[in-house]
């Protein structure tokens, strides 16, 4: 039987599945970020605050809030791998 280098395996579905989701965030994430930056390079914070749903508002907020704490967790996870 003959040995395959990891160059030439076939990616699994499982594997194919995970790299498409992470692509689709990474493009969101950074449509989040351009939309963002342009909230903030044209209006004043107070506009924002004084024309928002504020009810939705803070969802976004929260919604935002755990975004970051998992990105953080995955920060601390690729810490303690390079520390290995």
Partial sequence: M???SADERFLRIEEIRVIADLRIMHSKVNELFQV???L???HPEMAIREY???RMLDEDIKRVDE???WFIGL???GLKLRKR
Avoid: F, G, N, P
């Fill in 2 to 4: 003959k040995k395959t």
């Fill in 36 to 38: 963002i930056s342009v």
């Fill in 40 to 42: 903030k390079r044209r």
């Fill in 52 to 54: 928002a749903d504020h």
């Fill in 67 to 69: 975004i970051y704490l």
């Fill in 75 to 77: 920060k601390e996870e």
